[in-house]
């Protein structure tokens, strides 16, 4: 069955670095999802992409969907506090939505 | 937010009795899902619904059974729970279609002793 892997488990930023999480499915994807969830809260969705190559902005985060579509990415530039949390990868296959293990982002001010 | 709720927000249980996790929903999305969700693990599905009375397997469903007799609500029954079963579990739902985002609920920690 699919499979989505992320890396790294746990990422370590000093405020103000970069820093990029990957996603990596052992399938093709129609789609990949990205959620982000606060500690003590529940995943709540980013974005999606959907097309080959596709890259995407929301201010300092970049997501980019590779081009077999079998792979993600997310990077933030200049980390801030507000984005500790945990954001996890999906991949949709019919009506499964399987989640990656989740990247686990802690900042050092 | 969506309009889902999870419900009990916490329940501690002993080992061997059975126990019923509650996702109700308010928006007609069509799927549902519950996950769990452990330190290192993520969110591993256990089952999903694809409408009512259609249900299926996910890839950590042994140990759990679940029920859908109407569009708003999923229900997760541990049959006889086990200390292993000690987890936050998550509902989601999803409308039709593929791209389509999926919410969550807020979550049920449960504990097993």
């Known amino acids: 069955g699919q499979q989505v892997m992320q890396i790294p488990q746990y990422q370590h930023v000093q405020e103000g670095e970069d820093f990029t999480t990957y996603c990596n499915s052992s399938t093709t994807l129609s789609n990949i999802q990205w959620y982000k969830q606060r500690p003590g809260g529940h995943p709540v969705f980013l974005i999606q992409?959907?097309?080959?190559?596709e890259v995407k902005k929301q201010k300092r985060l970049t997501f980019q969907f590779g081009e077999a579509k079998k792979n993600s990415s997310l990077h933030i530039t200049a980390t801030q506090t507000t984005d500790v949390g945990t954001y996890f990868c999906a991949g949709h296959n019919d009506y499964k939505l399987s989640f990656g293990a989740g990247t686990t982002v802690t900042v050092r001010a | 937010d969506a309009g889902i709720t999870q419900s009990p927000r916490h329940k501690v249980t002993e080992t061997g009795t059975p126990v019923t996790l509650r996702c109700h929903q308010t928006?007609?999305?069509?799927?549902m899902y519950w996950y769990r969700q452990d330190p290192g693990h993520g969110l591993r599905l256990i089952h999903y619904s694809y409408g009512v009375k259609d249900t299926d397997k996910g890839e950590v469903s042994d140990g759990y059974s679940v029920s859908r007799s109407k569009t708003e609500d999923f229900l997760l029954t541990l049959e006889s729970a086990t200390s292993s079963q000690t987890s936050v579990y998550f509902c989601a739902i999803k409308s039709l279609g593929p791209n389509t985002e999926a919410f969550f609920g807020q979550g049920t920690r449960l504990t097993v002793v």
């Open positions: 928006e007609n999305h069509r799927y």
């Open positions: 992409l959907v097309k080959s190559g």
